[in-house]
């Protein structure tokens, strides 16, 4: 994860705060601001081990609680457009605390709530979060596997984003981040250390990055954006796969996504 050390940072939905931690320990950002979308109280009780005394130390540092990134009237002492960098580590709705929440909602997927969970999350990255002086970029670290990879984050999330570009993906290194433990969205359990990704965006079409990254893939007439599959053979292979359950089921959340957005 490209991160430096004169730079100030936000992060976005941290579970116990071990991230934020790692991160103020390892890459001495000159800012952090650590966000937690749970209650102060409600962190201590989910999880026996977390930093939240690991990050009282400086005055450099902002701990904020309660902090719904999709919420403005939930950010309370955020100081905002001041940041180089907004992090979100594995983002994932809280599907398990509140049922009922989506069960009033039932006719939208969770695949959808998390589309719309990230789209928010980068709008607001834009318009609120970023310096339009500084560095002006934004990550997410997810996984290359299900359900993550049915959000289909590179294809699908710069829909309609007219403020904020996919610039490209590279892999998350959780070796640079001793102590952080990706934690299980609602449990006290954390998440198997699986090769996670980082997609990176930046409110600028040409951002000069240190590492190379990896770019759209499965793009033109002979792959399936949706799905990540192709190169196509002949048209009745192309049919045939668009026939298939999988890729049915990536239509709808497609399609979903597609009229909650417009
Ligand atoms: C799988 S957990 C990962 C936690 C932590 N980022 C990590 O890497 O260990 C997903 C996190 O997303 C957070 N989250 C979900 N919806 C959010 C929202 N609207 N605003 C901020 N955080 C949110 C949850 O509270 C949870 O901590």
């Not at 579970?15 to 952090?32: E, H, I």
């Not at 796969?241 to 089921?249: A, M, P, Y």
């Amino acid at each position: 994860m490209y991160i430096k050390p004169n730079w100030r940072i936000l992060t976005i939905g941290d579970g116990d705060l071990s991230f934020s931690a790692s991160l103020w320990q390892n890459f001495k950002p000159k800012q952090l601001t650590a966000t937690v979308f749970d209650s102060q109280q409600t962190l201590e009780d989910k999880y026996q081990h977390h930093a939240i005394d690991l990050l009282k130390t400086d005055s450099n540092q902002q701990l904020l609680f309660d902090f719904d990134v999709t919420n403005p009237k939930s950010w309370g002492a955020l100081k905002k457009q001041q940041f180089d960098l907004v992090i979100f580590q594995f983002p994932l709705v809280p599907a398990f605390e509140d049922p009922q929440y989506f069960h009033n909602k039932g006719y939208i997927s969770i695949n959808t709530f998390n589309r719309l969970l990230l789209r928010k999350y980068l709008i607001h990255g834009e318009k609120y979060f970023l310096d339009p002086n500084g560095e002006q970029l934004c990550y997410i670290t997810s996984k290359d596997v299900k359900p993550y990879s049915e959000w289909n984050i590179e294809n699908s999330l710069n829909q309609d984003l007219e403020h904020i570009h996919y610039l490209g993906s590279t892999p998350f290194r959780i070796e640079n981040f001793p102590g952080y433990k990706i934690r299980n969205v609602d449990r006290d359990k954390h998440v198997k250390d699986t090769q996670g990704i980082t997609y990176i965006w930046s409110p600028r079409t040409e951002r000069e990055l240190p590492e190379e990254l990896t770019p759209k893939t499965h793009q033109g007439q002979e792959h399936c954006q949706f799905c990540k599959a192709g190169p196509f053979v002949s048209t009745s292979d192309k049919t045939l796969h668009e026939q298939s359950k999988k890729h049915q089921l990536m239509q709808r959340y497609e399609d979903q996504y597609r009229k909650l957005i417009s």
